[in-house]
């Protein structure tokens, strides 16, 4: 699967506009633009090795597995693979408590 892309759903996508705002205001623009460089050469790692990330803690407690993690920390890159393609579902911050969002988000 070294060919598969990475895709981004709106929530995911609304994940990165939200992370950029908020460093872009509390640390200026140019470290938000390199955090979100940062978050997509770790999205394109995943894409070449998708078996790379982990099951999340929250998900595998309740048995689910299809999904996928992988950190650039402090954030949680939260995707599932398909035959073509990494679907990334949420971007979030990892010093959250993040079991009933990612319930909510992934388990409808």
Not at 39 to 61: D, K, N, Q, S, Y
Request: proline share 6%; aromatic share 6%; with cysteine.
């Amino acid at each position: 699967m070294s060919s598969a892309r990475v895709w981004l759903t709106e929530e995911a996508e609304r994940d990165l506009v939200d992370i950029w705002t908020y460093v872009a205001q509390a640390d200026g623009p140019e470290r938000a633009d390199g955090l979100l460089d940062g978050i997509e050469a770790t999205c394109a790692a995943v894409a070449g090795t998708p078996g790379m990330g982990h099951i999340p803690p929250e998900l595998e407690r309740v048995g689910v597995s299809q999904f996928r993690e992988f950190r650039h920390k402090p954030y949680r890159i939260i995707y599932e693979t398909e035959p073509t393609r990494i679907v990334v579902h949420a971007v979030l911050d990892g010093r959250r408590d993040l079991a009933s969002l990612l319930q909510r988000r992934l388990l409808r």
